[in-house]
T-cell receptor, first 110, second 110 residues
Framework: NAGVTQTPKFRILKIGQSMTLQCTQD?????MYWYRQDPGMGLKLIYY???????DKGEVPNGYNVSRSTTEDFPLRLELAAPSQTSVYFC?????????FGPGTRLLVL | TQLLEQSPQFLSIQEGENLTVYCNSS?????LQWYRQEPGEGPVLLVT?????EVKKLKRLTFQFGDARKDSSLHITAAQPGDTGLYLC??????????FGTGTRLQVFP
């Protein structure tokens, strides 16, 4: 199993550009999450999903959108990038209360 | 909003020393998890504690959940350079989501 994979690893965006962060898991987990982690800090929940077709907002959803058309994939969309969205983004999936994290996508908005 | 405060924020010690990291909240959690995160990677689960007063050991690491399930501690005995990393506590709230702590960055020098 590859676990949770994320692409791209690193991206630089200009203010106002849009992009999609990809997340795929091959563990057949129903629950998936998107977090952001600012330098030296813990993780803040952006959006989560309890299964295909179901998504809900976390603590910091503004400026982001998600979709969950399949169990495996949970992409995160930034429509109008802002410097405040410079961060490292982690996707996770979970079963029985244990979350498994991807390696992260480092995003720089200039 | 539930908050988890970790202390200390930073810890720099010599190999062989002992240390304790604290995770405190005014909220009750159904369980508490500890993660370690290395640079450029996602967090990896170390342990989950569920019962108030519970103590779990993982080699040189000892985890304790407070009696009231509002706080936790991580004690490392005879720290090794391989213990270097960011330690995150995370409380499971009543909607099964994780609230992450602010993190403790540990550096162990040979």
């Amino acid at each position: 199993n590859a676990g949770v994979t994320q692409t791209p690893k690193f991206r630089i965006l200009k203010i106002g550009q849009s992009m999609t962060l990809q997340c795929t898991q091959d563990m057949n987990h129903n629950y998936m999450y998107w977090y952001r982690q600012d330098p030296g800090m813990g993780l803040k929940l952006i959006y989560y999903s309890v299964g295909a077709g179901i998504t809900d907002k976390g603590e910091v959803p503004n400026g982001y959108n998600v979709s969950r058309s399949t169990t495996e994939d949970f992409p995160l969309r930034l429509e109008l990038a802002a410097p405040s969205q410079t961060s490292v983004y982690f996707c996770a999936s979970s079963t029985s209360g244990t979350q498994y994290f991807g390696p992260g996508t480092r995003l720089l908005v200039l | 909003t539930q908050l988890l405060e970790q202390s200390p924020q930073f810890l720099s010690i010599q190999e062989g020393e002992n240390l304790t990291v604290y995770c405190n909240s005014s909220s009750v959690f159904s369980s508490l998890q500890w993660y370690r995160q290395e640079p450029g990677e996602g967090p990896v689960l170390l342990v989950t504690v569920v019962t108030g007063g519970e103590v779990k050991k993982l080699k040189r690491l000892t985890f304790q959940f407070g009696d009231a399930r509002k706080d936790s501690s991580l004690h490392i005995t005879a720290a090794q350079p391989g213990d270097t990393g960011l330690y995150l506590c995370a409380g499971e709230d009543n909607t099964d989501k994780l609230i992450f702590g602010t993190g403790t960055r540990l550096q162990v020098f040979p």
